[in-house]
């Protein structure tokens, strides 16, 4: 005698589902078209937060799943809700977020007709196809396990991303008998990992162990493969180093562990690169012309890349190209080395000294370094930093902040989208509450945002925002200022009272005025483990831009720590 499947609703399945597949927190808004999804959730006890806004519920999922590797969910409604999160899933996409947004859809009757019913969308699946990995409907309830899983599925193999799935609301609303069960180890992705070509793995190895002064440059596609990595770089004595997404990989701390302006110093003498999980935009965008595409590199070191996108080996090709997951990857590389008599190539004084001029440069990035300096000091190793967009943000992608842990430095990567921070800092918090979580963010960035203060307020999400009040978008400013004859338009702020706004919304806030005010307020609101604002008054135009340590086609400086000859821009405020 077979045993019938439970009667639910097919929003209940999809929570089911999604469960299944290791899904216990959900950031959501609710709405008519999902509101049985939203029935599901309470009846299952997963964890929901609420956000203001649709996009900090796309943002927040993204925090989540940058910090952790596992996948973020979220659930809007269709239409102008899943349009609101655009530009997180363009951020997701762009920083190998694996997410998965569960959304509604007009009734069945009404698909394609556009008869204008609510949140009705030409095409909401191919629209969304255009921002990210794939978008699909469970179009009968009863499949529903098969579509979330092979949706998760999808986010988090291959090079990871988001995914949405929609069901339209009369399915969602209705009961059918629908099976939910385990993801009968689909959570698994090992058979999803392409199968590593040897000869690819033996020509790499062989450039390596020719190299004399190496160095690997890791993405976000590394950072599951810190100790891997490690193991490698130890073994070859390379510098490993990185823009954004795959900083902390090593330890900045390591002798191994160089930031952008250590790495800039030591680039002119690598003669292998070795490319893990990264599209290598620092060396070959931002240190060259970033106005004119290069398919492969011109000159400077032999490059290897390790990727598991294939097709990232022909939009920039290297001399060799591994496709493989990256852990793997290197314990082959590991195997090959070390059992061919690899030893480390000793250019360490070099690589220490590179460090020690970057430290000294970076003292004239003011007063941007001593504000991270102050906050460096006094974030544990293992806690969260999630920079804005801002002075202060630009000037941490330099080494200024040192990054000491994997995954502990959550970046918006190349979209580069003002206002992601501060939402997506909530999500990293969520989903590490027991970690220090600091979203350092501008006053332009933050007000994309701030209603989410009543989101922190709400669920008592302990993030501390330093925010850095210039009264200005202060890029905007600055280039307006040198490149157009100071003719400023649209740059400058009138800002409320940040300190009172936080405080109406049950947020504790502070003023401070200098970085040792900054340290002991920041030191203060952790210990409280409240969230919290502290607000750094800056005078607008004083900051020192960082663009010249980010844009260096030349060396940093000489050995001797002489002039800067960086980027051939002006170190100014």
């Given at each position: 005698m077979s045993i019938r499947a439970p009667k639910i609703t097919g929003g209940r399945a999809l929570v089911e589902a999604a469960r299944a597949n290791g899904a216990r927190t959900v950031f959501a808004l609710p709405g008519a078209q999902i509101y049985p999804l939203f029935d599901a959730l309470h009846a299952t006890g997963t964890q929901l937060i609420v956000p203001?806004?649709?996009?900090?519920?796309?943002?927040?999922?993204?925090?989540?799943?940058?910090?952790?590797?596992?996948?973020?969910?979220?659930?809007?409604?269709?239409?102008?809700?899943?349009?609101?999160?655009?530009?997180?899933?363009?951020?997701?996409?762009?920083?190998?977020?694996?997410?998965?947004?569960?959304?509604?859809?007009?009734?069945?009757?009404?698909?394609?007709?556009?008869?204008?019913?609510?949140?009705?969308?030409?095409?909401?699946?191919?629209?969304?196809?255009?921002?990210?990995?794939?978008?699909?409907?469970?179009?009968?309830?009863?499949?529903?396990?098969?579509?979330?899983?092979?949706?998760?599925?999808?986010?988090?193999?291959?090079?990871?991303?988001?995914?949405?799935?929609?069901?339209?609301?009369?399915?969602?609303?209705?009961?059918?008998?629908?099976?939910?069960?385990?993801a009968d180890g689909t959570t698994n992705d090992d058979e999803d990992e392409p199968a590593p070509d040897l000869d690819s793995i033996d020509a790499a190895a062989a450039v390596l162990r020719g190299a004399r002064r190496p160095m690997i440059m890791c993405g976000?596609?590394?950072?599951?493969?810190?100790?891997?990595?490690?193991?490698?770089?130890?073994?070859?004595?390379?510098?490993?180093?990185?823009?954004?997404?795959?900083?902390?990989?090593?330890?900045?701390?390591?002798?191994?562990?160089?930031?952008?302006?250590?790495?800039?110093?030591?680039?002119?003498?690598?003669?292998?690169?070795?490319?893990?999980?990264?599209?290598?935009?620092?060396?070959?965008?931002?240190?060259?012309?970033?106005m004119r595409y290069e398919r492969e590199p011109v000159g400077g070191p032999t490059l290897i890349r390790i990727d598991v996108d294939p097709a990232e080996m022909e939009r920039f090709?290297?001399?060799?190209?591994?496709?493989?997951?990256?852990?793997?990857?290197?314990?082959?590389?590991?195997?090959?080395?070390?059992?061919?008599?690899?030893?480390?190539?000793?250019?360490?004084?070099?690589?220490?000294?590179?460090?020690?001029?970057?430290?000294?440069?970076?003292q004239r990035l003011q007063p941007q370094t001593a504000y991270l300096e102050a906050i460096r000091a006094v974030v544990p190793r293992d806690g969260f930093?999630?920079?804005?967009?801002?002075?202060?943000?630009?000037?941490?992608?330099?080494?200024?902040?040192?990054v000491l842990e994997p995954r502990t430095y959550v970046s918006e990567g190349y979209q580069g989208t003002l206002g992601f921070g501060f939402p997506t800092a909530l999500g990293v918090k969520v989903a590490n509450p027991d970690k220090a979580v600091v979203s350092i963010t501008g006053d332009g960035g933050f007000a994309f945002g701030l209603q989410e203060l009543a989101t922190a307020a709400q669920y008592r999400i302990a993030v501390v925002t330093i925010l850095f009040n210039n009264r200005s978008y202060g890029n905007v400013l600055r280039d307006q200022e040198l490149?157009?004859?100071?003719?400023?338009?649209?740059?400058?702020?009138?800002?409320?009272?940040?300190?009172?706004?936080?405080?109406?919304?049950?947020?504790?806030?502070?003023?401070?005025?200098?970085?040792?005010?900054?340290?002991?307020?920041?030191?203060?609101?952790?210990a409280v483990g409240r969230p919290a604002l502290l607000e750094v008054e800056i005078e607008p135009g004083t900051e020192a831009s960082p663009w010249p340590f980010i844009h260096m086609r030349s060396r940093p400086t000489a050995m001797d720590g002489g002039s800067a000859a960086i980027a051939g821009s002006k170190l100014r405020p």
């Open positions: 203001r806004h649709e996009q900090a519920a796309a943002y927040m999922a993204m925090g989540y799943a940058k910090s952790t590797g596992r996948t973020g969910v979220f659930a809007v409604v269709p239409g102008p809700g899943v349009l609101n999160t655009a530009a997180a899933l363009c951020t997701a996409m762009g920083n190998c977020a694996p997410l998965v947004c569960l959304t509604g859809q007009v009734p069945s009757q009404f698909l394609g007709k556009g008869r204008g019913h609510l949140h009705e969308l030409a095409d909401q699946r191919a629209t969304l196809r255009t921002l990210i990995k794939d978008a699909v409907r469970v179009d009968d309830a009863t499949d529903t396990m098969a579509v979330v899983t092979r949706a998760f599925r999808t986010a988090r193999s291959g090079r990871p991303g988001p995914v949405a799935v929609e069901m339209c609301w009369d399915v969602m609303a209705a009961e059918a008998e629908i099976a939910i069960g385990a976000a596609g590394a950072q599951h493969a810190a100790a891997e990595v490690r193991e490698l770089a130890e073994l070859l004595g390379a510098p490993v180093t990185a823009f954004r997404s795959g900083r902390g990989i090593v330890p900045e701390d390591h002798p191994l562990g160089v930031a952008a302006v250590a790495a800039r110093e030591l680039w002119d003498g690598v003669d292998v690169l070795l490319g893990i999980g990264s599209r290598l935009e620092m060396p070959y965008v931002r240190w060259r012309d970033p090709r290297p001399h060799v190209g591994v496709v493989a997951d990256a852990a793997t990857a290197c314990r082959l590389l590991v195997d090959r080395l070390a059992g061919g008599g690899a030893v480390a190539r000793g250019w360490s004084d070099e690589v220490a000294r590179a460090k020690l001029v970057a430290r000294g440069l970076l930093l999630v920079p804005e967009l801002s002075q202060a943000g630009f000037a941490t992608y330099t080494g200024a902040y040192p490149s157009f004859g100071g003719r400023t338009i649209g740059c400058r702020l009138d800002n409320p009272d940040f300190v009172k706004l936080a405080e109406s919304f049950g947020v504790d806030a502070v003023r401070v005025r200098d970085p040792s005010a900054l340290r002991g307020a920041l030191d203060r609101a952790l």
